[in-house]
């Protein structure tokens, strides 16, 4: 019988393969396969790969089973492999199966894995709409082709191929890509803290993946038309048929402290200090983007806009609860739809805009850059963690943001002075 010791001819021996006939199989534009004996076989893929496959019966039906690779799995492994397979199946026992069975129990697999790594992350501060959408990238793209492997075998190569899997034909998909391809590197550098991974071999693919062009969010910044937005805001919070109390104070405080939507209708009052000498927000580091605690000083208006609030909803939790009720503040698409309903559309301005125009408008002010970008929350948060904490300049902020709110009611009564001269004109 040939073995890989004594074979030496470039044809497959009486008995199956050779080591020899194996090596010099060469890659063609499509796969090929090369049989051993007893089922087994050798697949060859167009890039070179050379995998190991077993045919056999259970049961009236054909089965394929994977046996490893070539030359990671020798010959004499694979056909031990599939001795052991046919013993099964001699048994009883269809050996697929088990192995599926063996895969899925194991607590070391991709998924397993990923699922512990997203429930520690909502434990620490991820919002569950976060954790939402990261669990779905994954279930949709990487676990259905890896989510079953030991983690700790997972290579670059098997990223690469499911990752380049993925549609990209906007920049919305691409960024979907990217996404996944980012907590995919934080499951396998979880995976190496605790010891089941030898290294990210996410980290390889770095640049891999085509890029987004990224877009700013639309946003107003000629003081005209932001005079005109106030306006518009004022009137709507005045009270419209379908304007909800609760949204139009939103809609009516954003753009005085110009914070990421998801931080203004998270807001809680358990945060805010409406009494004494100099109201602030303190937003908690858990609810901030860059996961550091955030002071917002709060303008005369905005203490105006707060209070009449309280009365209203300061006897639960969220500043701006949800309609509902249901312990959660308002959605996402509250203020933007309040925005398209006074006729400003996602390319003209959006919620997020907001903090395009105070930063643009500030700047051309010449208010100082580094207040402004401390105000927005801006920065490597390892580098400004220690500054957020001691109020870093807060004095000079409040009088930033005070200055701010009168600049944009002054822009607001301008606005409607231009209205009063248009109308007597007429």
């Not at 010791?5 to 796969?31: N, V």
């Not at 269809?94 to 599926?100: I, R, S």
Request: glycine fraction near 8%; include cysteine; aromatic fraction near 6%.
């Amino acid at each position: 019988m040939n073995t890989e010791a004594d074979s030496s001819e470039p044809r497959p021996g009486r008995d199956g393969l050779t080591a020899q006939y194996i090596k010099c199989l060469t890659q063609k534009p499509t796969e090929y396969m090369e049989r051993d004996s007893r089922g087994l076989y050798l697949l060859v893929k167009p890039n070179g790969a050379k995998l190991w496959r077993l045919r056999y019966a259970f049961e009236g039906r054909e089965r394929l089973m994977s046996l490893g690779a070539y030359p990671e799995v020798s010959i004499g492994m694979a056909r031990k492999r599939r001795d052991d397979a046919r013993a099964q199946v001699a048994n009883g026992n269809d050996p697929l199966a088990a192995k599926q069975a063996e895969v899925e129990a194991r607590s070391d697999t991709f998924a397993a894995v990923a699922e512990l790594y997203l429930a520690k992350k909502q434990a620490s501060g991820l919002s569950a709409g976060s954790v939402r959408r990261e669990t779905d990238r994954l279930r949709m793209f990487i676990n259905p082709k890896l989510g079953k492997r030991p983690i700790g075998s997972l290579t670059a190569d098997d990223f690469r191929r499911v990752l380049e899997a993925i549609p990209t034909p906007d920049g919305k998909r691409i960024e979907t890509a990217q996404r996944t391809r980012a907590i995919c590197g934080q499951v396998m550098r979880y995976a190496m803290a605790l010891g089941l991974a030898p290294g990210d071999p996410v980290s390889a693919l770095t640049g891999l993946l085509p890029t987004a062009t990224v877009e700013s969010f639309a946003a107003l910044v000629e003081p005209k038309a932001v005079g005109r937005l106030m306006l518009d805001i004022e009137r709507y919070q005045a009270g419209r048929d379908h304007a909800s109390p609760v949204v139009s104070a939103a809609l009516q405080m954003m753009p005085y402290v110009f914070v990421r939507p998801m931080e203004l209708r998270t807001a809680r009052w358990e945060d805010i200090d409406l009494e004494g000498a100099e109201p602030t927000w303190r937003i908690p580091a858990e609810r901030m983007k860059m996961k550091v605690k955030h002071l917002v000083p709060l303008s005369r208006q905005v203490v105006a806009i707060l209070k009449p609030l309280k009365e209203q909803t300061g006897a639960g939790v969220h500043v701006f609860p949800a309609p509902r009720e249901d312990g959660r503040g308002i959605t996402e698409a509250a203020v933007r739809m309040a925005l398209r309903r006074m006729g400003y559309s996602g390319e003209v301005h959006t919620a997020h805009g907001f903090r395009t125009t105070a930063s643009t408008m500030m700047n051309e002010a010449g208010k100082p850059p580094e207040l402004i970008e401390m105000q927005l929350a801006h920065g490597d948060p390892d580098k400004v963690r220690a500054v957020y904490h001691r109020g870093y300049k807060l004095a000079e902020r409040r009088e930033l943001m005070q200055w701010w709110a009168d600049y944009l009611d002054g822009l607001r009564e301008q606005a409607r002075e231009r209205e009063r001269q248009k109308v007597s004109g007429a």
